[in-house]
């Protein structure tokens, strides 16, 4: 099989430059929010927590289209690019922490500006090139922000979580569908190919 150049931008990254977003993963919340209904009918009362939101094109997806209403906390271990942003993260509608989502402050600081209607976390390990190693990072990862969904998201609010195949997700599915009335997940188009990686959706927090 012909080996993929990540160096090359492909479809989706000059679709992001084109669109100015500062990362191909924006397209894959894009089809998250198509394929599921995450987002509440009405944005005025909105409020949205993206985990691992950097360099921050999911975030600015979500501000675009707030178009100033609703609220939106995003986190990340290292700042938002401001390079496409045009002074959306300096709006009053957006909080930032920079800080590790597993810390007990961090969560209470973004639990306190909830409870969401809508928790998205795109959060994933620095890649180790182990496979084992790095599938139990991600799925570490995507069970502390089910506790995000068990503490700070509002009763029939929803949640998209990346998690890396393999290892013990089937436990992490079955966690899902006892806290949401569906759990389901889903591989967007835009994900690379050959990533391992997948979302699961969770709907209506019970
Ligand atoms: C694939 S990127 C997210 C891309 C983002 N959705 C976007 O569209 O711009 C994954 C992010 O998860 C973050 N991350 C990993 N572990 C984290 C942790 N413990 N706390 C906060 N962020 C974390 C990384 O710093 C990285 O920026």
């Known amino acids: 099989m012909a080996k993929v150049d990540y160096t090359k931008p492909d479809f989706w990254a000059l679709k992001a430059q084109k669109e100015r977003y500062p990362a ?7 089809e998250l929010t198509e394929k ?7 944005l005025h009362t909105c409020k949205v927590l993206d985990l691992g939101a950097a360099p921050g094109s999911w975030s600015l997806f979500l501000l ?7 609220f939106l906390a995003s986190a990340d271990l290292v700042p938002l690019s401001r390079r496409d ?24 600081a973004l639990t306190t500006k909830g409870p969401y209607n809508l928790l998205i976390s795109d959060a994933a390990p620095a890649t180790s090139g182990n496979r084992s190693v790095d599938t139990l990072r991600s799925l570490a990862l995507a069970e502390e922000v089910l506790r995000y969904a068990e503490t700070a ?21 079955k966690r899902i569908r006892e806290l949401f009335k569906t759990g389901k997940s889903f591989k967007p188009e835009a ?3 050959g990533s391992f ?4 959706v969770g709907l209506e927090k019970k």
């Open 24 to 30: 191909r993963s924006v397209y894959k919340l894009a």
């Open 36 to 42: 599921f209904p995450l987002l509440p009918r009405d």
């Open 64 to 70: 675009r289209k707030f178009k100033g209403r609703g």
């Open 85 to 108: 942003d045009q002074g959306l993260f300096d709006g009053k509608n957006f909080f930032f922490l920079q800080g590790d989502l597993t810390l007990a402050e961090n969560r209470d």
């Open 153 to 173: 998201l509002a009763g029939g609010g929803n949640m998209a979580v990346k998690v890396f195949q393999g290892g013990d997700t089937a436990a992490l599915l």
């Open 191 to 193: 994900c690379r190919p």
């Open 197 to 200: 990686e997948t979302y699961y």
